[in-house]
């Protein structure tokens, strides 16, 4: 079966989502899923909530993230999530890998737009 | 069933592939996989050759790639990958994804880092 192609963005996307997520964690020590949204709105980075949800899910059975409930006088009460120990060790992981991977598509791209203005 | 847990690594790298291949055709005109290979060795991004295969049969059904079959004195005929129109248009949408991507990930590591050293 053919996979159905997805938008360029998306799969640019989707590889740096756990990163943007365990980071803004480590920034606001503490935050539920529609401060992380704001949050990366704020950066320009427009994800629906069915994209986080499922990341959440997979950093939490990884035992990179913790929960806890809080109530809110808003509404019904919130997930407010934290990173563990392993999760500030892994965004670390992610974050060099992200660097390193950074230069080398920077060196493609740079080569690239040399030899087409040359 | 719970899916494998990918390295950091493999997932970031995953997104930006198509990007690199593309761009190293753009500049080369005309290359090989192992052209290709080499081209990103030469960048630090190194990827298996089972890797690329997959990506580069998905890029020609999407009729960004064509190829052409080289007789080569060293070996069998080499299959010899350029872009099409299409895949020269897919290539900038892809740069610009990625560009501004890299720039709002770039924000959210920002807020991280200054946060963490104030």
Chains 1, 2 share one sequence.
């Not at 803004?24 to 503490?30: M, S, V, Y």
């Not at 629906?48 to 806890?68: H, S």
């Amino acid at each position: 079966v053919e996979q159905q192609q997805q938008s360029p963005n998306s799969q640019l996307k989707k590889g740096v989502l756990e990163l943007c997520i365990l980071s803004i964690l480590q920034q606001q020590q503490e935050a539920y899923p529609s401060n992380m949204l704001e949050n990366m709105r704020e950066a320009n980075l427009i994800i629906p909530e069915g994209t986080l949800y499922p990341i959440l899910t997979r950093l939490k059975n990884a035992a990179y993230l913790t929960y806890r409930w809080v109530e809110s006088t808003e509404g019904p009460p919130r997930k407010y999530f934290s990173l563990t120990a392993e999760g500030i060790v892994y965004r670390q992981q992610l974050f060099d890998a992200w660097q390193e991977l950074n230069e080398s598509v920077s060196k493609i791209l740079q080569q690239t737009n040399t030899k087409q203005h040359s």
